[in-house]
């Protein structure tokens, strides 16, 4: 978990004093920092890179933000999209098709056409999504994904690559679905697996490009398909909790590329992570509105629920908090911090140590860059909130907040019951 420095008693945050960026834009506020974004991704595709030719697809379900998106653009970055919606927001940020594959579960013929018709390369799901693709469109390139039977998630609501999982083609069908997509004229460019998100350890990374790697070689031994690239996936695990150690990314280029290297005759490797990339540049930032004792807990409410951020509620996500303008200050007792929404469940965080709390104080919410704004909804009638981008010490709007307005613009009484 990245630390950040102490200005006599505030927070700084893209070097700016977080409390200033809150009075300035008002909370909750997602705030994202450019330099962290540029430095993560930059440090991930060269650690890979430097092996061998890689191909870095940032997971945009972890942020779909334009603007993130445009950074991520400049740096060369590619793209995994589950929808059509994300493979329409990544070119409206300046993507070409030919850095986006689409990674579709549950495709319907609607969505799988729309996609084909940009252009855009397609990870195939499922036998009946192949044999429509083939109708569709037989020359838009594609990869098969397939279940490893290897999974692992900081959630058992995030594992992917289980066997008997929804996601991919089981592994021992796999060899029949690659010789159908040849036998349909498909043109097969890869091999991709994605066994969860967040997991602990690089191990079960590791194990399923191994698996990759045995069906890289049948389908070449057998069908004599050459692939041009092995995906395997995003998942990386980052620290969320101070003092919490990294995961051994040098550990896992080395090896993986190493085996690919060595084991295969695929010239490129493709991985696609979205936490990794996105999740500690940002900070949610959110305003003590009430203090209450209820006799058995501290409570800090702040005007951020689970609405804003659903992590700590929906998979019980650890999130450190800080009171960024008591940054300085020990903690005096513990707190649990709590939000708007009219559910019990509604938390950010649960017993933490924190300096006495008061009304006005700013509560910054750290590693709030993935899967934070991207899953945040308008529950209770709350309009979603703003966001800003930081850069060396400059703050930029760059998404407002909705408004009512926007909550009500899809919806109509029918005249009768106005009557
Ligand atoms: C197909 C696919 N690739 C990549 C990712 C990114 O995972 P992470 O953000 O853990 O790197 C996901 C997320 O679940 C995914 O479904």
Same mark, same amino acid.
């Given at each position: 978990m990245r630390d950040f420095k102490n200005d006599d008693g505030h927070m700084i945050f893209g070097g700016m004093r977080a409390a200033d960026i809150a009075d300035k834009f008002g909370t909750p506020v997602y705030v994202t920092d450019e330099n962290i974004l540029r430095e993560n991704y930059r440090r991930i595709y060269g650690v890979f890179s430097k092996h061998m030719p890689t191909r870095v697809?940032?997971? +945009? *379900?972890a942020n779909s933000s334009l603007a993130v998106l445009k950074i991520l653009e400049q740096e060369g970055s590619h793209i995994d999209a589950v929808s059509i919606g994300e493979v329409l927001t990544c070119m409206k940020a300046g993507?070409?098709?030919?850095r986006i594959l689409y990674t579709g579960t549950c495709v319907s013929t609607p969505e799988l056409k729309a996609v084909a018709d940009l252009g855009v390369m397609i990870n195939i799901d499922s036998v009946s999504e192949l044999e429509r693709l083939a109708k569709i469109n037989p020359n838009i390139p594609i990869s098969i994904r397939v279940t490893p039977g290897i999974g692992s998630g900081h959630s058992d609501k995030v594992?992917?690559?289980? *066997?008997?999982?929804?996601? #991919?083609?089981p592994i021992d069908l796999a060899m029949g679905t690659f010789r159908r997509a040849m036998e349909l004229g498909l043109k097969v460019k890869g091999i991709h697996a994605h066994i969860g998100s967040?997991? *602990?350890?690089i191990g079960p990374l590791i194990d399923a490009v191994a698996v990759l790697i045995d069906l890289t070689n049948q389908i070449r031994d057998e069908l004599e398909i050459e692939l041009e690239f092995i995906n395997m996936g995003g998942g990386i695990g980052v620290p969320y909790r101070p003092n919490e150690p990294e995961e051994d990314l040098e550990e896992l280029a080395a090896t993986v590329t190493d085996m690919i290297l060595n084991d295969t005759s695929v010239g490129i490797l493709a991985l696609e992570p979205g936490r990794y990339v996105v999740c500690d540049s940002t900070v949610l930032l959110t305003r003590c509105v009430d203090v209450k004792k209820s006799g058995v807990k501290n409570y800090v409410c702040v005007d951020a629920g689970f609405n804003t951020l659903i992590r700590p509620a929906f998979y019980d996500s650890y999130h450190h908090v800080a009171i960024a303008n008591k940054f300085n200050k020990a903690g005096t007792g513990k707190y649990d911090v709590v939000g708007?929404? +009219?559910?019990? #469940?509604?938390?950010?965080?649960?017993d933490r140590a924190l300096p006495a709390p008061e009304d006005g104080d700013i509560v910054a919410v750290y590693n +709030?860059?993935?899967y934070s704004f991207a899953m945040s909804s308008t529950y209770n009638s709350r309009p979603r909130c703003r966001e800003v981008l930081v850069k060396d010490g400059k703050a930029e709007l760059i998404r407002g907040s909705e408004t009512m307005d926007d909550l009500w613009r899809h919806q109509t009484i029918p005249e009768r019951l106005l009557k």
């Open positions: 697809h940032y997971a +945009c *379900k993507f070409p098709a030919s594992v992917t690559g289980a *066997k008997g999982s929804k996601f #991919g083609i967040g997991g *602990k350890g708007p929404i +009219c559910e019990s #469940g509604d938390f950010l965080a649960k +709030c860059g993935a």
